[in-house]
């Protein structure tokens, strides 16, 4: 929660007031997150934990979509409280969170240029830091599928960071009529829009990550399960020092 809140505190200069109202929020979303979401987190875990060499590109997706919705119900939850700080900001904090976006911006565009690999390399080292997150050191066959399954993927991440800016603009646009009687509604709807992706993308991407798992050999796939359990584990400990608060 403290993470949360020192996120949203470096968008702009708050007084005393918004800073103690974005730390409310985000304690909020701590025992939200925890009562509600953590128990559905350790279900989805152990459905990716259970996945085996029969593993489907729709096994995946299904687990991308319970991902995402849980991804909506967090943004939802935190929409009325930035809508609400947004109603009460300053000119000048509206100035900050400007500089502060174009910051952002630009920061994704000089890495992104300065970026040697190629498109697909950088999809190869992408999946080579998940699954050694999971616990799975790929080997040169798996890396070889997301070679082979990304080829034809075209490399849309300056699009992507266009669309942002102009979202960006837009949400500032959107402040400036702050107020205006629909403020909030134009806001809201206007939040609710970030997010989309494009659907071949992440269906190419789903695809690779199921042919990868059903591929894993006996040594990889205990060390897969292994990790996932401990992110399992590590919720069963929240949740139980939670029950005795």
Known sequence: DQFIGNQFLEYATFSITQENYIRKAA????????????????????????????????????????????????????????????????????????????????????????????????????????FRLLGVRLNNEQKNTVRLLSSDLEDTRHELIDARIKWNQQFLAILTLRKQKNFKQILTDHINSLGSEDKNTRWVINQITAEIIASLDEKQRARFQKRLGVFETSIDQILAKNLRL
């Not at 997706?61 to 919705?69: H, L, P, R, T, V």
Request: charge should be negative.
């Open 27 to 130: 304690q909020e979303f701590k025992y939200w997150n925890k009562k509600n979401e953590l128990p559905e987190y350790k279900k989805l875990l152990l459905q990716f934990r259970l996945l085996d060499s029969t593993t489907r590109v729709d096994d995946i997706d299904d687990i991308y979509q319970k991902g995402m919705m849980f991804g909506n119900r967090s943004r939802d939850f935190f929409v009325p409280y930035m809508v609400e700080l947004c109603s009460e900001l300053t000119n000048q904090q509206v100035e900050e969170i400007a500089i502060h976006f174009d910051g952002l911006m630009e920061e994704r565009r000089l890495e992104l240029d300065n970026e040697r690999k190629s498109f697909q390399a950088a999809l190869e080292k992408s999946f080579v830091r998940f």
